[in-house]
């Protein structure tokens, strides 16, 4: 717990220059290449949860995050146990019927996928393959 917190402080003292860019969880791009550059505002860790908070009010909650680099040229998370990555549907009011949300969990070596998002399917698992072909969190050019 105590190394999440200092990883939490250590990435807050680099603000604002950390690495931004269009961001992947587990492989799935959030949004259309080159459409949705993410830039990391806050940074805070709650028992075993790093919470990395984004411009236009969104969130990513990382569960037991492991392999950790973000800096001025890396944004990287190699594993977590779970993450849940919140946001205000484009161009809506700021309102709780607006907050949509995509939830990743490990279960049994494979990650459990499941969103309320419109244009995205529910749930499910995602390939086999996920879990050891990416990272958990990756910003990338």
């Known amino acids: 717990m105590a190394d999440i917190e200092q990883v939490a402080k250590n990435i807050s003292l680099m603000l604002p220059h950390v690495k931004s860019g269009p961001m992947r969880l587990w492989g799935q791009p959030l949004g259309r290449t080159g459409e949705d550059a993410h830039f990391l505002i806050g940074c805070?860790?709650?028992?075993?949860?790093?919470?990395?908070?984004?411009?236009?009010?969104e969130m990513l909650a990382v569960w037991n995050p492991t392999e950790i680099e973000i800096?001025?040229?890396?944004?990287?998370?190699g594993c977590a146990t779970a993450m849940r990555f919140t946001y205000y549907f484009w161009d809506r009011p700021r309102l709780p019927e607006n907050?949509?949300?995509?939830?990743?969990?490990?279960?049994?070596?494979?990650?459990?996928?499941?969103?309320?998002e419109i244009i995205v399917p529910g749930s499910g698992w995602l390939p086999e393959s996920t879990i050891v072909s990416f990272a958990a969190v990756e910003i990338t050019d």
Request: net charge positive.
């Open 44 to 57: 805070e860790a709650i028992r075993d949860c790093l919470r990395l908070r984004f411009t236009d009010d």
């Open 71 to 77: 800096n001025a040229k890396r944004f990287r998370i």
């Open 99 to 116: 907050i949509f949300y995509r939830d990743y969990a490990i279960h049994d070596g494979l990650i459990v996928f499941r969103t309320n």
